[in-house]
């Protein structure tokens, strides 16, 4: 851990996560997230996802499999009137020159800033606060560095297994030139890691996956976005920053 409470991947690998990983913890305890915290239902939802690149159209699908109402988001304005936004898989550099134009990006940095947002892969590069391999402008949401291509050429995809916080049986996981999660911020939960690398996090209404759980069958990891969508619409629930009530 470093001075601010960060966990520096690499260095103290079991910093940051103590309090997380403590068998008194409800976490640890109910290893189900899913707790209930209101009575919406996935219909009563309106789920934008960001279209103007990469593989929205997959994201979209295991939305439609959900039940969501889901919008594509292509221009600016196309943010109002979503309760949360899909930031999905695709070119993270390409995304941003899209995103230049039009004040799009601004746009985009004040709805993170308070709506619920889930990014895998490119989007969870674009949601970071830190992004090297090379250095590029993000929207800051997210309190991780975050290494693109971090797997290199010769490796960089793979489908793998592991187990997850969200309970249930272990989780394919597809990595496509996936990017590596090298440090997270204190109020960052790791959620599933691979190689002692987090590979899915949560911050407070903000969901990252390194990988793409919108090409697996498994809605698990959709389902749990939504679910912190519903807390966030909830007139009734207090917003929760770990979505353990
Ligand atoms: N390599 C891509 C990037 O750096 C991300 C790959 C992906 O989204 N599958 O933006």
């Keep these: 851990m470093n001075s601010s409470g960060d966990r520096v991947i690499g260095r103290s690998k079991n910093d940051g996560i103590s309090a997380f990983t403590s068998p008194d913890h409800p976490m640890a305890r109910s290893p189900d997230l899913f707790c209930s915290v209101n009575s919406l239902k996935n219909t009563d939802l309106i789920i934008g996802v960001l279209a103007l690149q990469g593989d929205f159209d997959a994201h979209r699908q295991t939305l439609d499999r959900l039940g969501v109402r889901n919008v594509p988001v292509r221009k600016p304005e196309e943010l109002d009137g979503i309760d949360g936004l899909v930031i999905p898989g695709g070119e993270s550099s390409t995304f941003l020159k899209f995103l230049e134009r039009e004040g799009f990006l601004n746009k985009l940095r004040d709805f993170v800033s308070r709506k619920p947002a889930f990014g895998t892969c490119a989007g969870a590069i674009l949601l970071a606060k830190e ?92 389902e749990f976005f939504l679910q912190m969508v519903k807390e966030a619409k909830s007139p009734t629930s207090t917003p929760q920053r770990d979505g353990l009530n």
């Design 131 to 222: 992004v090297v391999n090379p250095s590029q402008p993000s929207l800051g949401a997210l309190d991780i560095a975050i290494q693109r291509n971090a797997y290199g050429r010769q490796i960089d995809s793979s489908i793998m297994t592991g187990t997850t916080k969200l309970g249930g049986d272990p989780l394919e996981m597809v990595f496509i030139r996936a990017p590596r999660i090298e440090r997270v911020g204190a109020s960052v939960q790791v959620l599933a890691e691979r190689e002692n690398h987090p590979v899915l996090v949560r911050d407070g209404q903000i969901l990252a996956a390194t990988f793409h759980p919108e090409l697996s069958n498994d809605l698990r990891v959709h």
